[in-house]
T-cell receptor, first 115, second 114 residues
């Protein structure tokens, strides 16, 4: 079946540091790829997405590029802020044999940004 | 506008009891998903509704779990004969469609089986 693998956390950075959170996936066909974020005390919300190979999703200074050749969707930000501290989930949505799109999430990576 | 809401926010029940968890999706969203999230894990897919019908229930762990969405809006996840291993946060999400559509998540129901 489909799977998503994220780097283990927590990732601890100082403010203004560069961020990379690695995400690789295993899936047949052409899944859509997503990054969701969960801020402390809040529900999951979409950060960015890409629906086809070589697409770049971006939002709030975060970027991720859909790389089909390496089956990856790494999340990057050039300069993190304390307010970026949260748990980040990589996810894919892929068509099942029955024709429905079934979402698969990674286990999440906690990011802690210090002033 | 109103987001996805879930009730109750917390539920404590004894092993063997029956529980119902409710989800109110965003108005007009035809797709509705239920997930289970254990501590330190990502959401695990349980069941997907398109309109009133369960389009895919392949994630339900066993026949103690059942979900309905009779009018294509509110959905209820039902768990019979609860076990301690059912303890988790149950998440509901809705979206305008499948595939590349964004999912909007509710705050979850934390279920504790004692």
């Amino acid at each position: 079946g489909d799977s998503v693998t994220q780097m283990e956390g927590p990732v601890t950075l100082s403010e203004e540091a560069f961020l990379t959170i690695n995400c690789t996936y295993t899936a047949t066909g052409y899944p859509s790829l997503f990054w969701y974020v969960q801020y402390p005390g809040e529900g999951l919300q979409l950060l960015l997405k890409a629906t086809k190979a070589d697409d770049k999703g971006s939002n709030k200074g975060f970027e991720a590029t859909y790389r089909k050749e390496t089956t990856s969707f790494h999340l990057e930000k050039g300069s993190v802020q304390v307010s970026d501290s949260a748990v980040y989930f990589c996810a894919l949505n892929n068509m099942s044999p029955g024709g429905s799109y079934i979402p698969t999430f990674g286990r999440g990576t906690s990011l802690i940004v210090h002033p | 506008g109103a987001g996805v809401s879930q009730t109750p926010s917390n539920k404590v029940t004894e092993k063997g009891k029956y529980v119902e968890l409710r989800c109110d999706p965003i108005s007009g969203h035809t797709a509705l998903y239920w997930y289970r999230q254990s501590l330190g894990q990502g959401p695990e897919f349980l069941i997907y509704f398109q309109g009133t019908g369960a389009a895919d229930d392949s994630g339900l762990p066993n026949d103690r779990f059942f979900a309905v969405r009779p009018e294509g809006s509110v959905s209820t996840l039902k768990i019979q004969r609860t076990e301690r291993g059912d303890s988790a946060v149950y998440l509901c999400a809705s979206s305008e469609g499948q595939g590349g559509y964004e999912q909007y998540f509710g705050p979850g129901t934390r279920l504790t089986v004692t």
